[in-house]
């Protein structure tokens, strides 16, 4: 999300008393993805969306409107093991 968006998200949150705990849960910076970094590093990478493995793992459904689906839909866990 764009830096001025996430700042403003998080100062809304704590207007509202919100302790700030899940703002230390994100991490808003650009970086390399998992699975092609690993993979350069000799590691055997599987992705999979964090949709796919609460569906998988019996978790119920993403609560919320159509923003929190495409934000689930968006989040990529990586396994990633030695070759």
């Not at 100062?11 to 700030?20: I, K, L, R």
């Not at 689906?69 to 990529?76: D, E, H, L, T, V």
């Amino acid at each position: 999300m764009p830096a001025e968006v996430f700042a403003f998200e998080r100062e809304e949150g704590q207007a509202s008393g919100d302790d700030g705990a899940f703002f230390t849960l994100v991490y808003n910076e650009r970086h390399a993805p998992a699975e092609p970094w690993s993979r350069e590093r000799g590691w055997v990478a599987e992705p999979t969306t964090l949709a796919e493995y609460s569906s998988s793992s019996g978790a119920p459904g993403p609560v919320g409107g159509p923003e929190v689906g495409a934000m689930i839909s968006a989040i990529r866990l990586v396994t990633a093991t030695m070759a």
